[in-house]
C-alpha cells in the first residue's frame, strides 16, 4: 500500500479544498490520469495520478481542506512488488525547499521534491523500452501533456537533467497563442461565495482563503509606499481600450525604469530585474479576484493585447484559467477604476515588487493658457516595495506611464 500526499500546489499554500474527486475507491488508474479537482488561491486545478495502480482510500470528502503534506490518496501500485517506484537509484543531496531546482508544481512556481517516477514500472510496460528514461516530475509530466510538449526533446535544466516546469513552459512559449478556455469541457461550477448575511460566522473557502492568504503575506513582507497622480486623456481621439493603453503604459515605464518590473528575494536582499513585461491583471469575479497574466506586454501590438486579454477574462469567468497563465509575473495592474474609486493603495504581491492602480475617470476642470477647459483624466496609483524601490525610481516610472498615457491614441 502507498499513500500520496497532497502536494505544494504552489502560491505559498497550506492548504487546498477538494472540489470533486474523479476517481472512486477500486479505480484503475494510469500514470497521470487526473484523480482530484483542488481549488488553489486562483484556480481550480486537476491533480494528476502520480502512479499506475488501483485506488484503495480517499482520505477526504469533496469540500473537505486538505492540509499541505496530508494524506490524500492510498494506492496498490502496479508493478515492483506493489511497491512505490524508488525516485532515484543513487542517494540524493539534501535540497534547500527555498532553493530547489524542480519547480514541478500543480500550480504556480513553489518548489517540490525532485520525486520522479521510474519509466519501467508503468503498467503494461509501454514506456520500458527506452534505455534512458525521461526524468520529470508527476506534475511536469501532466503539464507537458496538456500543452503536447514532448518531454524526449528537452534538455533539463534541474539536478541531474531533471525537466522541470519552466523547461515545459520555454518549449511551449513561442508557439503558444492567445489562451482560451476549453471548448470540450465545461466549466467547473462553484457555489457563489457572496452569502446572504445570516449573522453567523462563514468560512472563507476558495479564492477569498487565498486571497486572505496572499494578503497576509503582503502585509507582512512589503515595505508598501504610495504614489498618486493623474493622466490627462484630453488627446485621445477615441475613448477607448483603457485596460490596452494601460498595458502598454506599464511596459513604458517598465522600460524607463526596469528596477520595478523586477522580483525582490527579502532574506536573501537580492532584486532581479526583466527585460519582458509580464503583467498579472486583476479580473473580478463572483467569488473572488482571479489574477492571470498578459505575456510580453511590450512586444505585441494592441490587436494581439486586446485579443490575450479578453480570452483571459473569459477564462477567469469561467475558472478555466490555465495555471500556468497565473504564474511567474512581472509587475501588477489593477483596473480598479471601472467599478468605484479614483484612488487607493493597491498591494504588491511578492515577489514582484509593484502594482499599478487606475481609477475611476472623470472630466476635470484643467487650467490652460488664457482660461479653463473640461480634460478627462485617470487617476493613477503605484505602490511600491520600498525595500528594493526607491522614491525617485518610482516617481520616473510614475512618470513615463503618464507620458504614454497621454500620448494621441
Known amino acids: 500500500m502507498t499513500t500520496f500526499n497532497l502536494p505544494d500546489l504552489g502560491e505559498g499554500l497550506p492548504e487546498a479544498e477538494i472540489v470533486d474527486w474523479h476517481v472512486k475507491v477500486g479505480d484503475r ?81 513553489m518548489p517540490t521534491s525532485n520525486e520522479e517516477l521510474v ?34 526533446l528537452l534538455r533539463g535544466s534541474g539536478r541531474g537533467g531533471l525537466i522541470t516546469v519552466d523547461d515545459v513552459m520555454s518549449s511551449e512559449k513561442s508557439a503558444r497563442p492567445a489562451p482560451t478556455a476549453p471548448a470540450n469541457r465545461a466549466p467547473t461550477t462553484r457555489p457563489s461565495s457572496t452569502a446572504p448575511a445570516t449573522g453567523e460566522a462563514q468560512p472563507l473557502r476558495g479564492l477569498r482563503r487565498g486571497m486572505a492568504h496572499t494578503m497576509a503575506v503582503s502585509r507582512d513582507s512589503v515595505a508598501s509606499c504610495t504614489l498618486f497622480d493623474d493622466a490627462d486623456l484630453h488627446a485621445w481621439i477615441r475613448k477607448s481600450d483603457y485596460t490596452v493603453r494601460m498595458l502598454r503604459a506599464l511596459a513604458a515605464g517598465a522600460q524607463a525604469e526596469p528596477g520595478l518590473n523586477a522580483h525582490f528575494d527579502g532574506e536573501a536582499a537580492t532584486r532581479k530585474t526583466f527585460a519582458r513585461v509580464d503583467i498579472a491583471v486583476a479580473v473580478d469575479t463572483a467569488e473572488g479576484l482571479i489574477v492571470p497574466v498578459v505575456r510580453n506586454a511590450g512586444g505585441k501590438s494592441a490587436d494581439e493585447l486586446r485579443n490575450e486579454l479578453r480570452a483571459l477574462k473569459e477564462a477567469a469567468a469561467a475558472r478555466t484559467v490555465a495555471p500556468e497563465d497565473l504564474r511567474d509575473f512581472t509587475i501588477m495592474l489593477s483596473n480598479f477604476g471601472t467599478i468605484a474609486g479614483r484612488y487607493a493603495t493597491p498591494l504588491v504581491v ?13 472630466h476635470d476642470v484643467v487650467a490652460v493658457m488664457g482660461g479653463i477647459e473640461a480634460h478627462l483624466r485617470m487617476p493613477l496609483s503605484l505602490t511600491f516595495d520600498h525595500r528594493c524601490v526607491t522614491g525617485g525610481e518610482a516617481a520616473r516610472f510614475l512618470a513615463a506611464v503618464i507620458r504614454d498615457l497621454e500620448l494621441v491614441d
Do not use: C, W
Not at 510496460?125 to 524526449?152: I, M, N, Q, W, Y
Open 350 to 362: 511578492p515577489p514582484a515588487v509593484a502594482i499599478l492602480g487606475a481609477g475611476v475617470l472623470r
Open 29 to 109: 488508474v494510469q500514470l497521470d490520469q487526473p484523480m482530484v479537482s483542488v481549488e488553489t488561491a486562483k484556480a481550480v486545478v486537476e491533480v494528476p495520478s502520480p502512479y499506475s495502480g488501483v485506488i484503495k482510500a480517499l482520505h477526504a470528502n469533496a469540500g473537505d481542506i486538505v492540509a499541505t503534506g496530508q494524506p490524500l490518496v492510498d494506492f496498490e501500485v502496479e508493478g515492483n512488488g506493489g511497491k512505490a517506484p524508488a525516485a532515484k537509484s543513487a542517494p540524493q543531496p539534501k535540497v534547500d525547499p527555498k532553493r530547489a531546482d524542480d519547480s514541478g508544481t500543480v500550480v504556480g512556481n
Open 119 to 152: 519509466e519501467n514500472v508503468v503498467a503494461g510496460g509501454t514506456r520500458g523500452a527506452r534505455t534512458e528514461r525521461v526524468r520529470a516530475a508527476p506534475a511536469v509530466r501532466a503539464l507537458a501533456k496538456k500543452l503536447g510538449v514532448d518531454l524526449e
